[in-house]
């Protein structure tokens, strides 16, 4: 499921207007701080805002498989899709901006792995400030494993917390809810219909 400012499930934006910052501004400032959270990355929020009709990411959560047997493993993971111009963070956002965060709840016997980075590409932000992150389209994903010997489950819910912070003259903190359903087969699975979004997945 897509998910765009327009969307049910866009959780958040902020603006600041006439020097000032606004409540939402404050709100979601919290929920995004990081250790990385500099003076710089500041001054690029202060930079300017968009309006929530304007929100230029996308953000879907898909598996590379149409199914899993238990005991077996898939990957899962987030395709992004930004308008041109436009770039979210890295993992190492460089010296300002911040990390794309991606926070999984699956039930138990399912476990998920670490979150797997693509190399990053280089951006230089207003003021001169070398950062690094994606543009265009990409998938942060993690494998997901079913550890039960039997099919206890006949299907996976799968839910991801995702926050981003994408940049261009201007900064727009989004944030969405994710869910996907995993069928369990005792069949091998098939590739899904995203499989080959993954090939350029660590």
Known sequence: MGVTANGVRHLSTCRLASGKVSDTFCHGAVAFR?????????FLLASG???????????????????????????????????????????????????????????TGVSVGDLQWPAPQHFIDPGDIKTFGYSGALVLGSLLTYH???????????????KWLACKELCIPGAATLSLTLPVSSSPPVPSTHAELFEHTP
Do not use: N
């Open 34 to 42: 990081q250790s990385r959270l500099t003076l710089l990355t500041l």
């Open 49 to 107: 805002f968009a309006a929530p009709d304007e929100h230029p990411v996308t953000a879907e959560l898909i598996a590379e498989h149409a199914s899993i047997q238990a005991g077996s493993s898939t990957r899962v993971g987030v395709h992004f899709e930004l308008e041109e111009g436009w770039h979210i963070y890295a993992k190492d956002p460089g010296e300002a901006g911040l990390p794309t965060q991606i926070t999984w709840s699956v039930p």
């Open 148 to 162: 039960t010997g039997r099919a206890a489950y006949a299907e996976i819910p799968i839910q991801a917390q995702v």
